[in-house]
């Protein structure tokens, strides 16, 4: 059963980068099944797809945030990453790592998520 | 790209039928037959409910249904449970590696 685990500063001031992990555990990130993305749901909204990144490193972002985002995977950690720069405080949401089966096949698995806050 | 529209709210009684409709455009939902579902109760993770349109996976019920008529997706939830109260919102793939969400659907059993 994979799990994933989103890890990162719950707290980020304005005009600064939000970094987030997320670690995959219980199947290899190198599988080459999976498209690993970021979802954020801001606070009583709806959820916003962010991007994915593939094992091999390549990476599709959300047009509206693709200016601010980059992804990053290890493969020797099995993890993935987020890194959003400038935020501000509708930036604040919590933030989600998931899994996208083949042929876009739906968001299997998720980790529990993580608030971030932008405030000074 | 635009947000999917979702009713913000759909009710029914236990035991009823009720369908929340997910509406999107010719490049999205009504483009590729890769519409998903997904419940999301107070707190926790989204959890998929349906795919490729109408696809149940492995443990969701089978009173969880899903179609597509043009560029409208909807879920139909028969034999309401109490359990079955959440948020529901749809995803659909929306060409050039894109996605897009709708604003979510809050289902109350009455």
């Known amino acids: 059963q994979v799990q994933l685990q989103e890890s990162g500063p719950g707290l980020v001031k304005p005009s600064q980068t939000l970094s987030l992990t997320c670690t995959v555990s219980?199947?290899?990130?190198?599988?080459?099944?999976?498209?690993w993305t970021w979802i954020r749901q801001h606070p009583g909204k709806g959820l916003e797809w962010i991007g994915y990144i593939y094992y091999t490193g390549s990476t599709y972002y959300n047009p509206s945030l693709k200016s601010r985002v980059t992804m990053s995977v290890d493969t020797s950690k099995n993890q993935f990453s987020l890194r959003l720069s400038s935020v501000t405080a509708a930036d604040t949401a919590v933030y989600y790592c998931?899994?996208?089966?083949?042929?876009?096949?739906?968001?299997?698995?998720w980790g529990q998520g993580t608030l971030v806050t932008v405030s000074s | 790209q635009s947000a999917l529209t979702q009713p913000p709210s759909a009710s029914g009684s236990p035991g009823q039928s009720v369908t929340i409709s997910c509406t999107g455009t010719s490049s999205d939902v009504g483009g590729y037959n890769y519409v998903s579902w997904y419940q999301q109760h107070p707190g926790k993770a989204p959890k998929l409910m349906i795919y490729e349109v109408s696809e149940r996976p492995s443990g969701v019920p089978d009173r969880f249904s899903g179609s597509k008529s043009g560029n409208t997706a909807s879920l139909t939830v028969s034999g309401l449970q109490p359990e079955d109260e959440a948020d529901y919102f749809c995803?659909?793939?929306?060409?050039?590696?894109?996605?897009?969400f709708g604003g979510g659907t809050k289902l109350t059993v009455l």
């Open positions: 998931a899994s996208e089966g083949p042929s876009h096949s739906g968001y299997d698995y």
């Open positions: 219980g199947g290899s990130i190198s599988s080459g099944a999976k498209y």
């Open positions: 995803s659909s793939y929306a060409g050039s590696n894109n996605r897009v």
